[in-house]
Nanobody
């Protein structure tokens, strides 16, 4: 199984980033896929998830600012993050929803001036 997140970086408050997730292995295109994030000392939290048909869910903290999408043909998932805030700083991971007990390295997003 592969769940490789990329696209993180340092961005100023109000800026944008687009994260990508490459999924492979036994992960089916029918699975619900999600983005999660974690900061030191806190539990990992669900940010958003998307079904194979494109139905989405967002945590209240990111609603209206983040957009999740997927390309089933390529087994890719994306997270467009706009209007970023310092509190969005975290390690971001992709996984199924509910998540399987495998987490890749994730990608670090730092929002700071």
């Amino acid at each position: 199984v592969q769940l490789q997140a990329s696209g993180g970086g340092l961005v100023q408050p109000g800026g944008s980033l687009r994260l990508s997730c490459a999924a492979s292995g036994f992960i089916s295109r029918l699975n619900v896929m999600g983005w999660y994030r974690q900061t030191p000392g806190k539990q990992r939290e669900l940010v958003a998830h998307v079904t194979s048909g494109g139905s989405t869910y967002y945590a209240d903290s990111v609603k209206g600012r983040f957009t999740i999408s997927r390309d089933n043909a390529k087994n890719m998932m994306y997270l467009q993050m706009n209007s970023l805030k310092p509190e969005d700083t975290a390690q971001y991971y992709c996984n199924m929803w509910p998540p399987i007990d495998y987490w890749g390295q994730g990608t670090l997003v730092t929002v700071s001036s």
